[in-house]
C-alpha cells in the first residue's frame, strides 16, 4: 500500500472513529491491540493489515470500501499516485476536498450556493494573483 493510501485510510480510521466518539484505546481494545497502533494506523506511519482494517470497520459499523477512495475517484487518485512528488496532492489535501464536497452536499439552497460562490472566489482570486 502506497504512503498516500496509507494516509487516506488513516484519515477514514480517525474520522470515523471520532464520529462514533471512541478513544484509540477503546478501539484498539475492541479489535486486539495497542492505541499506540490505531495511533500509527491513522497517522500512516503503519500499514493497516487487511484482517485488522476489516476488524476496524466492523467495530466502527462501516462498509470496508468506505475506507478507500471511490471508484468513481480512482482515475484522479491513480494521477495523483503517479504524479511528481511535486505535483502530488497530499492526503490532507484530498481530505480537504472530500470534506469540501460532504459540507456541499449537507447545504442546501442558500447555504450552498454561499459555499458555492466562496470557493469560486478563492480559485478566481489565486487565478488572478498568478497572472
Same mark, same amino acid.
Do not use: W
Given at each position: ?43 500512516? &506511519? =503503519?500499514?493497516?493489515? !487487511?484482517?485488522?482494517?476489516? %476488524?476496524?470497520? #466492523? ?5 470496508? $470500501? /468506505?475506507?478507500?477512495?471511490?471508484? &468513481? =475517484?480512482?482515475?484522479? !487518485?491513480?494521477?495523483?499516485? %503517479?504524479?511528481? #512528488? ?5 492526503? $490532507? /489535501? ?38
Amino acid at each position: 500500500m502506497s504512503v498516500e493510501i496509507r494516509k487516506y485510510v488513516g484519515n477514514r480510521i480517525r474520522e470515523y472513529r471520532k464520529s462514533k466518539k471512541m478513544t484509540q484505546k477503546y478501539l484498539g481494545d475492541k479489535i486486539g491491540v495497542r492505541h499506540n497502533t490505531i495511533s500509527s494506523y491513522e497517522n500512516g &506511519t =503503519n500499514e493497516t493489515e !487487511l484482517d485488522i482494517l476489516f %476488524k476496524i470497520a #466492523d467495530v466502527l459499523e462501516r462498509p470496508i $470500501d /468506505d475506507f478507500f477512495p471511490s471508484k &468513481t =475517484n480512482n482515475n484522479n !487518485l491513480e494521477r495523483a499516485l %503517479k504524479a511528481s #512528488d511535486d505535483e502530488k496532492l497530499s492526503a $490532507d /489535501d484530498l481530505m480537504l476536498i472530500k470534506e469540501i464536497t460532504e459540507k456541499a452536499l449537507e447545504l442546501e439552497g442558500e447555504e450552498r450556493k454561499k459555499l458555492m460562490s466562496n470557493i469560486k472566489f478563492a480559485v478566481n482570486f489565486f487565478d488572478q494573483s498568478n497572472e
